[in-house]
């Protein structure tokens, strides 16, 4: 079995950057589609960003112009650089993606377990 694990969550004053990084837990083939959501307290799970393995992105109209998702193919990585962050951005970001484990195994969709974004002065 295969775990996607995030990383470089934490507190960051308004108006602050952090960037979030998704990996898998041991090596894999390649990840196709890779998407970030967030869950806020008492809300839903919503979709971030998302990037197909042909780099197509989309983004919620909450982060346009503010985050870009990107990946590293050779690292099978996929980042999510978070600008000019607000309160509103404070929530638990899960990194979300269709993963192949081998050359001849079709994807599956693995979720990570969650990294906690504060945005607080």
């Known amino acids: 079995q295969v775990q996607l694990v995030e990383s470089g969550g934490g507190l960051v004053q308004p108006g602050g950057s952090l960037t979030l990084s998704c990996a898998a837990s041991?090596?894999?083939?390649?990840?196709?589609?890779g998407n970030w959501y967030r869950q806020a307290a008492e809300k839903e799970r919503e979709l971030v960003a998302s990037?197909?393995?042909?780099?197509?992105?989309s983004y919620a109209d909450a982060v346009k112009g503010r985050f870009t998702i990107s990946r590293d193919n050779a690292k099978n990585t996929v980042y999510l650089q978070m600008n000019n962050l607000t309160p509103e951005d404070t929530a638990v970001y899960y990194c979300?993606?269709?993963?192949?484990?081998?050359?001849?195994?079709?994807?599956?969709?693995?979720w990570g377990q969650g990294t906690q974004v504060t945005v607080s002065s």
């Open positions: 979300n993606a269709d993963v192949g484990l081998t050359p001849v195994s079709g994807p599956s969709n693995y």
């Open positions: 041991r090596s894999i083939f390649r990840i196709y589609t």
């Open positions: 990037m197909t393995r042909g780099s197509v992105t």
